[in-house]
């Protein structure tokens, strides 16, 4: 069963105009507090945003790569206390879990990187992303994952798509296949 859901899997930027039903969104948010951590630490956070005027704002986020936010029905940003050094693992593995769940759902979801990016030339996207929604110190935001009903259904990537050269054997130098 898990092997069929990563498999059909895809980025989904284009939402149908219907929100996310409270049952579904109760099982999203199970999932990100159920991702393991480091230690147990659960140094993540979750931010959820049903409000449209949040969300045009945050497809504004960053220059390329967010705009799609706007026609989300809901998005989850992602944050997690940046003294923890396993922060960028953990919210990583959070943000795989919601995509999986939101999968499991008939949802569709889309990753939006946010750390490390700017929202401007003087604006750093965790800057502009904090202030607009309050998120304190020393939380840092990894990620913004844009869930919903999607307005199509891409075909999975088929296997001999994959790129096996990037399988190696007992040494970088030997293939796997």
């Known amino acids: 069963m898990f092997l069929?859901?990563?498999?059909?899997?895809?980025s989904v930027r284009k939402f149908m105009d219907k929100p996310v039903e409270k049952e579904k969104t109760d099982v999203l948010i199970e999932a990100l507090l159920r991702s393991p951590s480091s230690k147990?630490?659960?140094?993540?956070?979750?931010?959820?945003?049903?409000?449209k005027s949040l969300?045009?704002?945050?497809?504004?986020?960053?220059?390329?790569?967010?705009?799609?936010?706007?026609?989300?029905?809901?998005a989850f940003v992602i944050c997690a206390d940046s003294n923890v050094d396993t922060w960028v693992e953990d919210t990583s593995i959070a943000a795989t879990f919601l995509q999986l769940t939101a999968e499991s759902l008939d949802l569709g979801s889309c990753w939006v990187q946010i750390r490390g990016r700017m929202a401007n030339d003087e604006t750093s996207s965790q800057n502009y992303i904090s202030d607009m929604l309050n998120i304190p110190e020393p939380l840092k935001i990894e990620s913004i994952i844009a869930v919903g009903y999607p307005m199509e259904r891409k075909p999975p990537h088929e296997k001999?798509?994959?790129n096996y050269s990037k399988i190696k054997l007992n040494s970088y130098t030997r293939q796997w296949l």
């Open 4 to 10: 069929s859901l990563i498999r059909q899997r895809r």
């Open 40 to 51: 147990g630490g659960n140094p993540w956070e979750f931010v959820v945003i049903t409000d």
């Open 55 to 74: 969300l045009e704002k945050l497809s504004r986020s960053k220059p390329h790569g967010s705009s799609f936010l706007k026609w989300a029905p809901m």
């Open 160 to 162: 001999k798509s994959l």
